[in-house]
């Protein structure tokens, strides 16, 4: 009985960190989207006028919305979001699984 409980709150725990992860990339994909369609409005608006495209008030959503999805994928992720060893021991792993044939 007990194997059981501790089974389905290992699930419950997993179940909880894909939440969180796909949230972060749901989060990251709505960045993308918003913030290419705001730079496509400035240069439709401005044309390819640098002096007018480039100004913080462009990319002012980018910058303060960049620092909190920062915030977000070091929530999700922790500080040793990307390459880290761990990770490259993973990859090793798993390249070397698939050169078994």
């Known amino acids: 009985m007990n194997h059981q409980?501790?089974?389905?709150?290992?699930y419950l725990r997993a179940q909880k960190r894909v939440k969180e992860i796909k949230g972060f990339y749901r989060h990251l994909l709505w960045y993308v989207i918003v913030n290419v369609l705001i730079i496509l409005g400035?240069?439709?608006a401005y044309g390819?006028?640098?002096?007018?495209?480039?100004?913080?008030?462009?990319?002012?959503?980018?910058?303060?919305?960049?620092i909190g999805i920062t915030f977000h994928c070091?929530?999700?992720?922790?500080?040793?979001?990307?390459?880290?060893?761990?990770?490259?021991?993973?990859?090793?792993k798993e390249f070397m699984d698939k050169d078994k044939f």
């Open 42 to 44: 400035v240069v439709a």
């Open 48 to 66: 390819w006028d640098f002096s007018k495209i480039f100004t913080f008030n462009a990319y002012s959503t980018a910058l303060f919305w960049g």
């Open 5 to 10: 409980f501790q089974d389905e709150e290992r």
């Open 74 to 92: 070091i929530g999700v992720f922790g500080k040793s979001v990307g390459f880290s060893k761990k990770w490259e021991e993973r990859k090793i």
